[in-house]
């Protein structure tokens, strides 16, 4: 997208949603659209989120393999799994859904998987293939159990069953400000995480409304927070509703 076409497109976007809820997408379209509301609905532009896209098309064996294996998830895990949905949800600051009904249905379908050594210690969900590709995630390690290389192992093996059975490519979301995250799929010869991974870069844009001190919503002076365009680690400044007028 050009500029000139984000220009052009934004009147009608707010004239169809003068909420707004957030803008996805690569740079320099972001940008561009960022640019646009700020032109027209006079706000202010502010650093948000930014996510990378990694994905593999081949599994290296890893040089430091955990104890355990990987397993399917059943029925008899489904407490667990509830908990670390739940875990997972407040630790990335990301909307809950219907936890219960969500882990449910991925156990059924075959769609989440766990790595088990004595006890559970991971998971990781997966999406059905589409256009050869599978989507992962969320990968979760509860914190007493992590930096025992569990999550890399679990998302190495799910990545190399989905290659030799109804997928090309392997890929997953991550935060570029969780190391952790990134550490999964790093693209590093050296790295005992490498798992022959790409990345691409990815943005998201939220737009906020000011808030009153009587908690009235106005307009006015709304704020879009929106990702770096520096394929890094951004500083993320978020903006207090509360502290607009």
């Given at each position: 997208?050009?500029?000139?076409?984000?220009?052009?497109?934004?009147?009608?976007?707010l004239e169809a949603d003068?909420?707004?809820?957030?803008?996805?997408?690569?740079?320099?379209?972001?940008?561009?659209?960022?640019?646009?509301?700020?032109?027209?609905?006079?706000?202010?532009?502010?650093?948000?989120?930014?996510?990378?896209?990694?994905?593999?098309?081949?599994?290296?064996?890893?040089?430091?393999?955990?104890?355990?294996?990987?397993?399917?998830?059943?029925?008899?895990?489904?407490?667990?799994?509830?908990?670390?949905?739940?875990?997972?949800?407040?630790?990335?600051?990301?909307?809950?859904?219907?936890?219960?009904?969500?882990?449910?249905?991925?156990?059924?379908?075959?769609?989440?998987?766990?790595?088990?050594?004595?006890?559970?210690?991971?998971?990781?969900?997966?999406?059905?293939?589409?256009?050869g590709v599978v989507r992962?995630?969320?990968?979760?390690?509860?914190?007493?159990?992590?930096?025992?290389?569990?999550?890399?192992?679990?998302v190495a093996e799910v990545?190399?069953?989905?290659?030799?059975?109804?997928?090309?490519?392997?890929?997953?979301?991550?935060?570029?400000?969780?190391?952790?995250?990134?550490?999964?799929?790093?693209?590093?010869?050296?790295?005992?995480?490498?798992?022959?991974?790409?990345?691409?870069?990815?943005?998201?844009?939220?737009?906020?409304?000011?808030?009153?001190?009587?908690?009235?919503?106005?307009?006015?002076?709304?704020?879009?927070?929106?990702?770096?365009?520096?394929?890094?680690?951004?500083?993320?400044?978020?903006?207090?509703?509360?502290?607009?007028?």
């Amino acid at each position: 997208m050009s500029a000139e076409a984000a220009q052009v497109l934004m009147p009608s976007l707010l004239e169809a949603d003068p909420e707004l809820p957030g803008v996805t997408g690569v740079q320099p379209a972001v940008s561009y659209l960022a640019e646009a509301w700020r032109r027209v609905a006079g706000g202010r532009v502010e650093v948000g989120t930014s996510q990378a896209i990694y994905w593999l098309e081949h599994v290296n064996d890893l040089p430091l393999q955990p104890g355990g294996h990987c397993r399917p998830a059943d029925q008899s895990d489904r407490d667990l799994l509830i908990k670390w949905m739940d875990a997972f949800s407040r630790e990335t600051d990301t909307p809950g859904t219907n936890v219960e009904s969500d882990v449910e249905r991925r156990v059924r379908d075959g769609h989440i998987y766990v790595w088990e050594d004595e006890h559970l210690v991971s998971m990781v969900g997966r999406r059905s293939s589409v256009a050869g590709v599978v989507r992962l995630g969320p990968v979760y390690t509860p914190p007493e159990a992590r930096r025992h290389g569990y999550g890399t192992a679990l998302v190495a093996e799910v990545s190399r069953h989905a290659l030799a059975t109804d997928a090309t490519k392997s890929m997953l979301y991550t935060d570029l400000a969780n190391s952790t995250s990134n550490s999964i799929y790093q693209c590093s010869p050296s790295s005992s995480c490498d798992l022959s991974a790409v990345r691409r870069s990815r943005h998201q844009v939220f737009i906020s409304s000011a808030v009153s001190a009587s908690g009235s919503r106005s307009w006015e002076s709304p704020t879009l927070l929106l990702a770096s365009p520096m394929p890094v680690n951004p500083t993320l400044t978020r903006v207090d509703p509360s502290s607009q007028s």
